[in-house]
C-alpha cells in the first residue's frame, strides 16, 4: 500500500513538473524572443539574445500603439469587474437569502444562461446596439453604444452575471445563519449584515469570480473586434494587427514584445489574486 502511494505521489510530480513547463518553456522562450534584434531571428530559435534590446518594447507601446489599448484593456476589465460586482453580490445575497415570489423561475433563468456562450450571440448583441444607434441619431450623429468602452464593459457584466451569480448564491447559502441573527440582534440593517458580514465571509467565492471574469474580460476577441471597430482596441484585437503589421516587416522583435505586454499583467493579477484566495479560504476555515 505504501509503495503504490509512493508511486502515486511520484506520477503526480511528474505531471505537474510537465505541466508547469509545458506552460513556462513557452512563456519564457516568448520573453527571451522579445529582446532579440531583427537579425538574431535568422538563426536558431533556442539562441539567447545578444542583448537587452528594450527598443522593441518601445516600438510596441508607442509606436504599434499596444499602449493605447493596453489602457482600453484596463478600462474595460476593471468597468466590467465592477458592473457585475454590484449587480451580482446583492442579487445572489437575496436569492440565497430570501424568500419571495418567482425566485425559483429567477434561479431557472440564471441556470439556462450558464448554457449560452456569448461568443453566439455577439452578432444579435451588435445589430440590437447598432439599432439603438440608429433611434438615437439625432441625440448621437456619431453613435453611442458602438465603439464605446464603457458599453462594452456593460456586455461583459452583463453575460458574466448568470456564472457570478450562481456562484456567489451557492457560497452564501454555505454559511451559517447564526451570524446574520447574532449581527441583527446588534441592531445591523439587511444591507450591513451583507457588507459587514456575509461578504468578508465570502471572500474566498468573490476571489473566485473576480479572477475568472478577470480573464474572460482580458482575454476576449470576438465581442471586443465586434464592439469597437474603432481606434480605440483592447490589446487583444491590437495584437493581431500587430502580428499582421510585423509579420510583413519581418520585425518579430517587437511582435514578441507586444505578446509580452498582454501576458505579464495576467500572471501578476493571477500571483495576486491567488494568494488572496488561499488566505480567504485560510480566514474563512478559521471563521467556520
Known amino acids: 500500500m505504501t509503495k503504490t502511494l509512493r508511486a502515486g505521489r511520484a506520477l503526480t510530480y511528474v505531471l505537474v513538473t510537465a505541466i508547469a513547463l509545458a506552460i513556462a518553456v ?3 522562450w516568448v520573453l527571451l524572443a522579445s529582446m532579440k534584434q531583427k537579425g538574431e531571428f535568422y538563426g536558431s530559435p533556442w539562441t539567447l539574445p545578444e542583448g537587452l534590446h528594450l527598443q522593441n518594447y518601445v516600438d510596441a507601446f508607442v509606436t504599434a500603439r499596444m499602449g493605447q489599448y493596453f489602457f482600453t484593456s484596463v478600462l474595460v476589465t476593471v468597468l466590467g ?109 439587511r444591507f450591513q449584515v451583507m457588507t459587514r458580514v456575509m461578504l468578508p465571509m465570502a471572500r474566498p467565492a468573490l476571489t473566485t469570480v473576480i479572477l475568472f471574469n478577470f480573464l474572460a474580460y482580458w482575454n476576449d476577441f470576438i465581442i471586443a473586434l465586434t464592439l469597437l471597430p474603432g481606434e480605440g482596441k483592447t490589446l487583444q484585437v491590437g495584437l493581431l494587427n500587430l502580428m499582421t503589421a510585423q509579420k510583413a516587416a519581418a520585425d518579430y522583435g517587437r511582435l514578441y514584445a507586444g505578446m509580452v505586454i498582454v501576458i505579464v499583467p495576467v500572471l501578476i493579477f493571477y500571483a495576486f489574486i491567488q494568494r488572496r484566495l488561499i488566505e480567504g479560504m485560510a480566514s474563512g476555515g478559521v471563521k467556520g
Do not use: K, Q
Open 26 to 28: 513557452p512563456v519564457g
Open 81 to 189: 469587474l465592477v458592473f457585475v460586482i454590484a449587480v451580482s453580490v446583492p442579487a445572489a445575497y437575496v436569492i440565497a437569502r430570501y424568500e419571495f415570489r418567482g425566485r425559483g423561475l429567477v434561479e431557472v433563468a440564471l441556470l439556462a444562461g450558464l448554457f449560452v456562450n456569448v461568443n453566439y450571440i455577439v452578432v444579435p448583441i451588435f445589430l440590437m446596439l447598432v439599432g439603438w444607434d440608429r433611434a438615437l441619431v439625432d441625440v448621437f450623429p456619431g453613435g453611442f453604444f458602438i465603439d464605446n468602452p464603457g458599453v462594452l464593459s456593460l456586455v461583459y457584466a452583463a453575460t458574466s452575471i448568470p456564472f457570478t451569480i450562481y456562484l456567489l448564491a451557492a457560497y452564501f447559502r454555505s454559511i451559517p445563519a447564526d451570524y446574520e441573527e447574532a449581527a441583527a440582534l446588534d441592531g445591523a440593517s
